[in-house]
């Protein structure tokens, strides 16, 4: 089967740094991008972009452009998310989502609380 | 940003009743709209995908319908396990946006 487990909660200090993991297998994973969504308190879901699993080539929403990072760790078939000066608002939980052959997505990871207070 | 509004916000139904969400799109997207349900403590799960098509292990009670900007899932009758809260997405565009939700609760 196919599994995405990501790590685990964060608790942050405003403008300090966060990276959370998504552990994939069941699947080749360079095949299918990894995207990013974040959900905040009682919001809707907010993609975030994504990053290509074979190539390393990320995408990224304009709305956190320059301050998250994609990557990925092909022999460890995990992807990560880094996002910098943390804001309360980025208080959210964080999903890491397959993309299926169909351009949805297909399995998600089981979300990663990230909480952002002074 | 193609922005995605649902309505209702909310819909109070009994098991076996049959519940019809809608999903309005800002601009033209086609068919390229998915659906997904969300429970609470829980990661979104595909339900359709392409405006009709059901994801894989989906249960028939679940169709989904519409083209252009108006969509709409349909739950022929509702199950327990179906209260929940729906959000449908689209890949037409980036970034890919979200409506902002409809749920589904106990009558």
């Known amino acids: 089967q196919i599994h995405l487990v990501q790590s685990g909660p964060e608790v942050k200090r405003p403008g300090a740094s966060v990276k959370v993991s998504c552990k994939t297998s069941?699947?080749?994973?360079?095949?299918?991008?990894i995207h990013w969504v974040r959900q905040a308190p009682g919001q809707r879901l907010e993609w975030m972009g994504w990053?290509?699993?074979?190539?390393?080539?990320?995408k990224y929403s304009e709305k956190f452009q320059g301050r998250v990072t994609f990557t990925r760790d092909t022999s460890a078939t995990t992807a990560y998310m880094d996002l910098r000066s943390l804001k309360s608002e980025d208080t959210a939980v964080y999903y890491c989502?397959?993309?299926?052959?169909?351009?949805?997505?297909?399995?998600w990871g089981q979300g990663t609380l990230v909480a952002v207070s002074s | 940003e193609i922005v995605l509004t649902q309505s209702p916000a909310t819909l109070s139904l009994s098991p076996g009743d049959r519940a019809t969400l809608s999903c309005r799109a800002s601009?033209?997207?086609?068919?390229?709209l998915g659906w997904y349900q969300q429970k609470p403590g829980q990661a979104p799960r595909l339900l359709i995908y392409?405006?009709?098509n059901r994801a894989t292990g989906i249960p028939a009670r679940f169709s989904g319908g519409g083209s252009g900007t108006d969509f709409t899932l349909t739950i022929s009758s509702l199950e327990p396990e179906d209260f929940a809260i729906y959000y449908c997405?689209?890949?037409?565009?980036?970034?890919?946006?979200f409506g902002q939700g409809t749920k589904v609760e106990i009558k």
């Open positions: 989502a397959k993309l299926s052959d169909t351009l949805f997505f297909d399995y």
């Open positions: 392409d405006a009709s």
């Open positions: 990053v290509n699993a074979g190539r390393g080539d990320a």
């Open positions: 601009q033209n997207i086609d068919t390229y």
């Open positions: 069941g699947y080749t994973f360079s095949r299918y991008a």
């Open positions: 997405q689209q890949r037409t565009d980036w970034p890919r946006t």
